[in-house]
């Protein structure tokens, strides 16, 4: 399958990242020929196999829902790179 | 006179047990022999100041009677693991300044058993990548050369900075992390040992995360023995990580040297690939009459879903990485590009923050679980996974282990598969199918190939059964003997 560029584009959009429009033809190219790749998954039957939830065969553990952690706002916002006044700092969003 | 980087990780302990070395001698020939090996590019943080200071920590509680298991001796830690107070790149330019404010796990473990950390080793983007080209920090290229020709090999990857720092004699351990082959490519590309635990043996808390089903830490080593050292440190149970087995840790250098006979060993008929250079098969035949050498029973067994482990993959792991690096985003830590739009923000930022392997993959997962495709691609991979883990049940009924080779060809030069994304994927056709099953693996240097570079031969054992892989193991580096030595090793 060949992926166009309004395909990619919507890709790009979905995963948020910002392709240039001259790279959206080569890319398209790159990921036509992985996705045909994996393509050759069809040639299994696959009817009324579980698809797998978990890689070994351990219980989740459940714990009580506490607060066990927190308190340092400081070292949560040490790498903000807009960090303002004890909080997260993005560009406007609200008019 | 004794020359403290050539000694393996357990010669050095015992030196130091002995008293005839002091850790501060012992790092400081680490650190002179790291500063040789610059040219490698093999690390992207070095810690020499605060391994300095930590070795002297170490020979006051050595002096006190009291320490760990790794008392006192210097390790490398891929750059993927969060340290505290040091810079964390992932080897991406959008975690660009990104200091953690807390520990991993794996790498808190081996400083409360007396480790010293050497520096933060060099890897592929987020550990995308066979080669360790993907790096933001620009390549490493390994201590290895083709004879006769001077053209730079790649170390394998990702975890290639940490094989790249053992191979040239510039730390006597390090540590990785093992998506699909990412600790045993680089291992068998850099003559050294790399083991990827079961999934579940080592904590992934504070790992920046690739492919979360998949990821496990292991130790890059010049020796098995090294690698039971070191695994011994890095496992146990942890409560942070939802995944962590609660099972206890064997000391796993119990029983190494009890030998196979009498192990049975499986060899898979479906682990060969149209192409691949003759003397792999050659060398995986010589292990198995090794080992038979050795007393161990071999048997030809089938995991005939082998050719669709790679293809399955390659679409769990892309789309785990999807939704994993969602987080970098430019609000909380890392790069940010700037713009008066957020929903902009975030496009420029991880556009301009990624590199083009990460993109790619991040694209592939994005699509492969987006509205329409999801059954089709992800859930279709989750039943060949399924499926994949059924051969291997089958087959662990009948062997105890099973021998394969590690990667289809000995190092490649770099630059020479940059352009040809499913060739540089096919690296990891022998490695993936353990990790799809979360199966515990491990790579021996066995061989050299045609060319004179390093070949590895790999154990895949049952869950949670480390002791009897690296007891094979052990055999298996007995038998082969494997002395050479690469072009750089450096001078401390």
């Not at chain 2, 070095?46 to 009677?65: I, K, N, P, V």
């Not at chain 2, 040297?257 to 035949?285: F, Q, S």
Request: net charge negative; glycine share 10%.
């Amino acid at each position: 399958m060949a992926l166009d560029e309004a395909t990619v584009r919507r890709i790009a959009h979905l995963a948020r990242i910002e392709v240039p429009d001259g790279e959206l033809e080569a890319l398209g190219g790159e990921l036509s020929n992985i996705l045909d790749w994996v393509e050759q998954l069809a040639e299994i039957d696959t009817d009324g196999i579980a698809p797998m939830a978990s890689v070994v065969e351990i219980v989740l553990p459940q714990r009580a829902d506490e607060i066990t952690d927190g308190g340092y706002p400081e070292k949560v916002l040490q790498n903000a790179p807009g960090g303002a006044k004890g909080f997260f700092a993005v560009p406007k969003v609200v008019e | 006179m004794t020359v403290l980087n050539e000694l393996t990780l357990v010669e050095a302990r015992d030196a130091l047990d002995r008293g005839e070395v002091s850790s501060a001698e012992l790092t400081e020939a680490y650190i002179s022999a790291g500063e040789a090996s610059r040219p490698l590019n093999a690390y992207i943080t070095e810690t020499f100041e605060r391994a300095r200071e930590m070795a002297a920590a170490a020979d006051a509680r050595r002096a006190r009677g009291e320490g760990g298991i790794l008392e006192g001796l210097p390790v490398a830690i891929k750059d993927l693991f969060c340290t505290e107070g040091v810079l964390t790149t992932a080897a991406s330019h959008i975690l660009d300044g990104f200091v953690p404010p807390y520990e991993s796990t794996v790498t808190a473990n081996l400083w409360r058993e007396g480790a010293v950390m050497l520096g933060k080793t060099n890897l592929d983007e987020f550990a995308m990548g066979s080669s360790n080209e993907t790096s933001y920090y620009g390549p490493v290229e390994s201590p290895w050369q083709r004879p006769g020709d001077n053209r730079p090999l790649v170390p394998g990857g990702s975890s290639g900075g940490s094989a790249a720092l053992v191979a040239a004699r510039a730390a006597p351990a390090a540590i990785g992390t093992d998506t699909g082959g990412s600790i045993r490519q680089p291992a068998a590309f850099s003559g050294i040992v790399g083991l990827k635990p079961t999934y579940g043996r080592c904590s992934r808390w504070g790992v920046v995360a690739f492919a979360s089903s998949l990821d496990q830490p292991g130790p890059l080593t010049r020796d098995v023995r090294d690698a039971a050292l070191m695994l011994r440190a890095m496992a146990g149970h942890d409560e942070k990580d939802s995944t962590s087995a609660p099972v206890p840790v064997p000391n796993f250098e119990d029983n190494i040297e009890a030998g196979v006979k009498g192990l049975k060993v499986g060899i898979p008929r479906e682990y060969v690939l149209d192409g691949m250079p003759p003397e792999i098969d050659t060398l995986w035949r010589q292990g198995i009459a090794w080992l038979e050498a050795a007393g161990a029973e071999t048997r030809e067994i089938s995991l005939k879903h082998t050719k669709y482990a790679l293809p399955t993959y390659y679409i769990v792991a892309p789309a785990e990485a999807s939704s994993n690096l969602a987080r970098y985003d430019g609000v909380r830590f890392g790069l940010r590009a700037e713009s008066g739009d957020l929903g902009e923000m975030y496009e420029r930022t991880r556009g301009q923050g990624f590199g083009a392997e990460v993109r790619r993959r991040v694209l592939i997962g994005t699509y492969v679980l987006s509205a329409g495709y999801y059954d089709a691609y992800y859930i279709k991979a989750q039943k060949l996974r399924t499926l994949i883990a059924g051969d291997f049940k089958s087959a662990f009924a009948e062997v105890d282990v099973i021998l394969t080779p590690t990667a289809p060809s000995a190092a490649f030069a770099a630059g020479e598969k940059s352009d040809d994304p499913i060739g540089m994927y096919l690296n990891d056709v022998f490695t993936v199918p353990s990790s799809l099953t979360g199966l515990p693996a491990m790579s021996v240097p066995a061989g050299l190939s045609a060319e004179g570079l390093p070949l590895g031969l790999q154990l895949i054992a049952k869950p949670f059964d480390e002791i009897t892989m690296l007891r094979a193991a052990f055999a298996l580096e007995a038998a082969a003997g494997f002395d050479v030595r690469p072009g750089f090793v450096a001078a401390a």
